[in-house]
């Protein structure tokens, strides 16, 4: 476990750190893509709630396809290099399997995770996505592991 | 069984598709927050330096420069305004900005709004009116919190009537936080709702800005897991905000930062 202080981001936010720190958050359909630079101890994440933007509002990381361009640019930006980048995906649960079944939200939410990280030539190493629990995350940039903890509904409420 | 593999693959066929024609669609919209992105770093240290040193130049009170002082600080206040606008898009669009609890009296920040807007409202001689029925500190962000309702009463005092009335409640209902700006004029249409709330929106009817105030207001609203709505009449545009009421603040933000000491990860699964 992480002793001391971690970041915690909310959804539509990204955040790029060098060991020893941590990012931590909390995920339900919303999915969360990990990257880590192994050689410079850079890692970030950030934190999505649909897949796509379409033009309504501002361009927001809070969409799948903005969130994770600028989170690999923001890594590149800050010395990572794309060749030895790695990537982790969590998230994407079915929270309310009688309401947004039809949307499929979580799904199309690990499946633009999937096609931009393919496009960006970024390997992903490990994944735990689907299903229907939330996930609480938190980045070890010491380290580059992820530590993760299934959690019940009732405290997602607030999250994405 | 099949059925549902079915979906499942139609369903990834036409995500593909999507994700390809978005592509398009942010490539061509990336001049536009290239733009937002350069245009906030570039104006808002200057423009930090003039309001620090407008203050000095102030003349005495009989000198007759005096009005040309009011009018120089009146249209520095309110591009430094239009600029901390350009500042939040960025900043939101770069994934930046991060929720800071703190306890606020929602009427303090209202009335902090009013004051910084002071010489928009009297420019348009509007009458301001507050009704706080409240009346107590809440659990939120303030910075967010004043960025919302500055940006509502200023689109009020700009686009409603001049010589008129913009009405602000404070009101709590089933546990949310509830602020409405009423101003007297025509308001946008229903039927351009989703324009409205859209940066750099084409095609709305009548005077508008640059369409980016209300589109932060609503990122704003959203991150604290709010929203916001209008509503037009003959003579009354009712813009309303919408927030939960948190009940506790969180550690964190008690010092200040987003950083938390997270639960225990003992018995986590390690990727």
Sequence with gaps: ?160 | MDTMNGYDEEVTFLSRKLLDLNKQLIESEKAKSRFLSLVANELNDPMTALLGLIPRLKPDEKNSHQAIFGLVHQEALLLDFRIQNLVAAAQIESGEIDTTYASVKPETIVKEAIEDLKYLIQRNNILISIHDTLMRPVISDPRKLYLIVKNLIANGCTYGLTDSIVDISITESSSTLVIAVNNQGDGPKVEFKPQVFTRFAEGLEGEHGLGLGLSIVRELCESLKGNVDYTADKSWVTFTVTLPLETTLPDSDACGSNEFLFESFDDAVEF
């Design chain 1, 1 to 160: 476990m992480i002793r001391g202080y971690s970041t915690f981001i909310h959804v539509g936010q990204i955040h790029i750190d060098v060991a020893p720190k941590a990012i931590s958050t909390v995920l339900g359909s919303c999915v969360a893509v990990c990257l880590y630079d192994p050689i410079l101890g850079i890692g970030g994440m950030n934190h999505y709630l649909l897949p796509f933007w379409n033009k309504n509002g501002l361009q927001t990381p809070k969409f799948g396809n903005i969130a994770i361009p600028k989170l690999i640019e923001s890594m590149l930006a800050k010395g990572a290099n794309s060749k030895t980048i790695e990537a982790k995906i969590f998230g994407g649960a079915m929270m309310n399997p009688g309401v947004n079944e039809a949307m499929m939200i979580g799904q199309k939410n690990i499946l633009v995770a999937r096609e931009i990280l393919s496009e960006y030539q970024i390997a992903i190493v490990s994944e735990d996505v689907g299903g229907q629990n939330g996930r609480k995350i938190q980045f070890d940039l010491e380290r580059g592991k992820v530590l993760m903890k299934y959690t019940p509904r009732s405290d997602l409420l607030s999250q994405g």
